[in-house]
């Protein structure tokens, strides 16, 4: 259950983290917040924060310093904020160790959709029977995926793809993910991203054969996919 | 290159006829008067192509004059004193000139160029204060009313609000991106990429943008993998897809890809209204909006950030009608590293 998860907020600007906490209190989560780096590193450590919301721009450690330091003592899910959004900033922030990316200005709804599908991957692998995300339905017994009640037809390839990037449901998952935990192959191999790319692009072309405008496989450059409703 | 010699080789023409004119009047006017045909000239010059080369105009215009039409003939002595006189007074005269007449042209055309800078700082503080002013006036009015009004009118200012600041966000990125052009920041980095990739995932992005129109893809089996920055290529679809949403209603959105020599040639066309011919290379402008279509949310600055990723990856971009009616972006990137 994310009801009552406890999430640490480090990033300077006092109107930030205002408003942060009305959307994360309004959803039922426990709200904790640091204003600086050397205060979000020690509150990561003793108050057992559930997930942590890090900016980059902080006034004291540098940002991706702040964030190699939590990951040297702790997997906590960690989702990043910066007002940078460029590739080569999300790429490192990944590298470095953190589970997503999202860049300001957000939406808190985007927001609380992250923090959601970060706390989901923490859960213990249950045997899911069936999975429902907007008009997509998965039945994982029977392996059948459906969009508006229409069972659609991929191949096993594409059906493993699918799921990992719905079961995700929000969250970035990478190309390394998808490669190793679908084909086994790292993204080194030879075609093996252009295997990938061609899969996606199948996927995408069968579920809009639907019609349906609120599912969508977004591409993120140079660091994977996120299936997201609209 | 070409455009630079213009003047220099028109002026020395001016000059050539101005010296027939007075060969043919020889006899019957004084030198003298001959020589105000000379400093029209240099007039002539100076208005329409300023200093330099009404300089020229002056210098080159005293020596025919010297050796045609002052005694001795075809010399560049002269037979009497007074022409040294007339001589060098005319140079100096042709000089003088030169230089105030080019002032005086190039203080119009500077405000020619504030006018349109002008026009275009209007133009912004426009695109950028009005969104403010809807998220200040709206969150102003539900602080000031708050016990006053109804649940759903409180949620339309909020909601009001929120669609202009996100506007104003795509305002922001579009005018630090071509901010990064400008300056020479822009940093691409080449890996290689499928078209076809960039070309879907950028299609989906846009996918709600674009609503109505389908994208119709054709590209060449030879197109294999092409040195890209994937995602600013992916921003260039992005404003090209945005763009014919904008400017053209349903239809569809052709995307063509082959190989040209050495180059990948793209071109994306809509089914829209189109551009009139004369406004084909100036939609690459910054801030260029068509005058005549309804006034479309943006900054106008979609195609110059277009051109300057495109130029980043040593390729060109330009615009054509397309054969459906509305505008076709052409697309050249050279596919060697």
Not at chain 1, 100 to 123: G, I, M, Q
Not at chain 1, 131 to 140: M, N, R, S, T
Not at chain 2, 155 to 171: H, P, Q, W, Y
Request: charged share 25%.
């Amino acid at each position: 259950m994310s009801e009552g998860a406890r999430i640490l907020v480090i990033d300077d600007e006092q109107n930030i983290r205002k408003f942060l906490k009305s959307s994360l209190t309004s959803n039922g989560y426990f709200f904790m917040e640091a204003d600086d780096g050397a205060g979000g590193i020690s509150a990561s450590l003793n108050l057992h924060p559930d997930v942590i919301i890090l900016d980059l721009g902080l006034p004291d450690i540098d940002g991706f310093e702040v964030l190699r330091r939590i990951r040297k003592r702790s997997k906590t899910p960690v989702i990043i904020l910066s007002v940078r959004d460029s590739v080569d900033d999300k790429v490192r922030a990944l590298e470095e160790g953190a589970d997503d990316y999202l860049s300001k200005p957000f939406d808190s709804k985007e927001l609380t959709a992250r923090v959601k599908a970060v706390l989901r991957r923490l859960l213990p692998v249950e045997q899911k029977e069936v999975l429902e995300a907007g008009k997509l339905y998965i039945d994982f017994t029977k392996r059948i995926i459906s969009v508006n009640g229409k069972e659609i037809e991929i191949t096993p390839t594409e059906y493993e793809v699918l799921k990992l990037l719905v079961v995700n449901l929000g969250n970035v998952v990478t190309r390394r993910q998808l490669l190793s935990q679908v084909w086994g192959k790292s993204e080194k191999t030879e075609g093996a991203l252009h295997l990938l790319n061609v899969t996606v692009r199948n996927l995408r072309a069968k579920l809009s054969r639907e019609g349906d405008e609120s599912i969508s496989i977004i591409t993120e450059p140079c660091i994977g996919y996120r299936f997201t409703l609209k | 290159m070409r455009k630079k010699i213009f003047p220099y080789l028109l002026s020395i023409l001016f000059v050539t006829i101005a010296t027939f004119i007075g060969e043919a009047a020889k006899g019957i006017l004084e030198p003298t008067n001959i020589s105000m045909l000379y400093l029209l000239i240099v007039v002539l010059s100076a208005v329409l192509w300023g200093m330099p080369s009404a300089i020229l105009t002056s210098v080159i215009s005293v020596l025919c004059f010297d050796f045609f039409l002052i005694p001795p003939y075809m010399t560049f002595t002269v037979s009497h004193v007074q022409y040294v006189f007339t001589l060098i007074g005319f140079l100096i005269v042709g000089i003088v000139i030169s230089v105030l007449t080019s002032k005086v042209r190039d203080a119009v055309l500077q405000r020619q160029t504030e006018k349109l800078q002008n026009a275009i700082l209007n133009s912004i503080t426009h695109d950028l204060k009005t969104p403010l002013s809807v998220i200040t006036g709206s969150l102003s009015s539900l602080l000031e009313g708050n016990s006053k009004l109804r649940e759903e009118e409180k949620t339309i200012l909020v909601k009001d609000s929120l669609s202009e600041a996100e506007g104003l966000n795509e305002i922001v990125n579009d005018l630090l991106e071509m901010s990064r052009i400008d300056s020479g920041a822009l940093k691409i980095s080449k890996k290689p990429c499928d078209l076809r990739d960039v070309i879907d995932s950028s299609a989906e992005k846009m996918r709600r943008r674009i609503k109505n129109k389908r994208i119709v893809t054709e590209i060449s089996e030879e197109i294999q993998e092409i040195p890209l920055d994937f995602a600013y290529m992916m921003k260039v679809f992005n404003y090209l897809f945005d763009n014919a949403s904008k400017y053209a209603d349903g239809g569809e959105i052709k995307v063509k890809a082959s190989v040209a020599g050495k180059n990948a040639v793209i071109e994306v066309s809509d089914s829209g209204s189109g551009v009139p011919e004369r406004d084909l290379e100036k939609i690459f402008d910054k801030f260029y909006r068509s005058a005549n279509e309804k006034r479309a949310k943006g900054t106008g600055l979609g195609l110059s950030i277009c051109r300057g990723i495109i130029e980043s990856h040593g390729g060109r971009i330009h615009a054509e009608m397309s054969g459906l009616g509305g505008l076709s972006v052409i697309i050249s990137i050279p596919m060697e590293k």
